[in-house]
């Protein structure tokens, strides 16, 4: 029996996100029926609506950083039961059978993942639409727990800005005596300063705005570098392990390369697509440096992160909004006027 839900979706590239009813696919015996609590807002959210990539398939149901509540589980589940504080981020399913698969990196299946929306399910070719709703369906492979005490609403952007910040920083082994540096503050850029510290490393943000030092420093930053200022991007030379840089636009990513260290890497966890200017491999020759990249992270990286984050008590910086303020939001976010990301309610769909 398909469930009849209610969400927010697009009907086209220039329509805004308005009430859409949809069906959800018939649970399976290894689903999980979740009840959205609360479902962070994207920048990609914002891209698929407005079909940025090209590929949006209409209507679009956006939202990837869901939280939410057990209802209901399949016969096969043995990890989640009804009452349960669950999560889903970016991916509901997968091959589950090539290489990258099987060593828990299902965000790089060589088939491509199953996207939380805007993708059509392996199994039955149904659209899967995302967490701008009141439940979803998903295998409990995909499904991850939250732990108790953390705060709901500020959990949920860990399950995209959070795991693509803390992938880059687990598999470059950052920790205790790490020197990073992190490129722009905003939803990733906030959150990988408070991973980061955590894990125990010395911590700089690189910024183009002077008046940001106070919050950096409050999210963990141990300095604050102009990366406008010469002299300042000259102090550093030679010093980071690595660099993470999350603006989500095209830009000219060689002045920070000569702040790593021989054999240091900068990842580009923001931005999709060719840079310009092109990149000087003269500094990566000489000195075996990195340029980069990384894509979210797998499921058991991501109950990683979730559980480091419990232990932590480490959540985002949230503005928690009604779903009927999504379209506002929506310009909000274009004009980096949020700290650090918006939250939606799902109680205001009922309202």
Known sequence: MTLKVLGYAAQSATDALAPYRFERREPRADDVVIEILYCGVCHSDLHNARNDWNNTLYPVVPGHEIVGRVLSVGPQVTRFQAGDHVAVGCMVDSCQHCAACERGQEQYCVEFPTV?????????????????????????????????????PASAPLLCAGITTWSPLRHWKVGKGSKVAVVGLGGLGH?????????????????????????????????????????????????????????????????????????????????????????????????????????????????????????????????????????????????????YRFVIDMASLQA
């Open 116 to 152: 939380t929306y805007n993708a059509l399910d392996r199994h039955d070719q149904r659209p899967t639409y995302g967490g701008y709703s009141e439940q979803i369906v998903v295998t409990e492979q995909f499904v991850l727990k939250v732990p108790a005490g953390l705060d709901l």
């Open 191 to 339: 959150m990988a300063l408070k991973l980061a510290k955590a894990l125990g490393a010395d911590v700089t943000l690189f910024t183009r705005s002077p008046g940001k030092e106070q919050d950096a420093r409050r999210l963990g930053a141990d300095r604050i570098v102009l990366s406008t200022d010469a002299q300042q991007m000259a102090a550093v030379g030679g010093q980071f392990d690595l660099i993470v840089d999350t603006v989500p636009y095209v830009h000219d990513v060689n002045p920070y390369v000569p702040t790593l260290a021989v054999g240091g890497t900068l990842v580009l966890v923001g931005y999709l697509g060719e840079l310009e200017p092109a990149l000087d491999t003269s500094p990566l020759v000489l000195q075996r440096k990195s340029v980069a990249g990384s894509l979210i992270g797998g499921i058991a990286e991501t109950q990683e992160l979730l559980d480091f984050c419990g232990a932590h008590g480490i959540t985002s910086d949230v503005e928690v909004i009604r779903i009927q303020d999504i379209n506002a939001a929506f310009e909000r976010m274009l004009n980096s006027d949020v700290k």
